[in-house]
């Protein structure tokens, strides 16, 4: 019923910059937050960044300052900007929005597939 898409992902060097995109689609009704989290080989899935319907932000601490989430609310697109990225950076982003459907009222939290971020030299 909806899905998302990631898309931005690749290698970079470390100090490089990488935007990455999501767009979320199918029978939407409403999105509240939308936002990313991250994975590395063997830790737990961690949260990166989130954005409220009104453009509130929240940042991992790792990440303040070096990372810019935003949205596109009449696009039903998530952006996450990534600058002076550290190898420390390297892991799999999931997007994730957090809606409901005309069919069912309640909201629930979907998930993209992942795009590989990787930051070494």
């Known amino acids: 019923q909806v899905q998302l898409v990631e898309s931005g992902g690749g290698l970079v060097q470390p100090g490089g910059s990488l935007r990455l995109s999501c767009a979320a689609s199918g029978s939407i009704f409403s999105i509240t937050d939308m936002g990313w989290y991250r994975q590395a080989p063997g830790k737990q899935r961690d949260e990166v960044a989130r954005?409220?319907?009104?453009?509130?932000?929240n940042y991992a601490d790792s990440v303040k300052g070096r990372f810019t989430i935003s949205r596109d609310n009449a696009k039903k697109m998530v952006y996450l900007q990534m600058n002076s990225l550290k190898p420390e950076d390297t892991a799999v982003y999931y997007c994730?929005?957090?809606?409901?459907?005309?069919?069912?009222?309640?909201?629930?939290?979907?998930w993209g597939q992942g795009t590989q971020v990787t930051v070494s030299s």
């Open positions: 994730y929005a957090r809606a409901n459907t005309a069919r069912n009222m309640r909201f629930y939290d979907y």
């Open positions: 954005i409220s319907s009104v453009r509130s932000t």
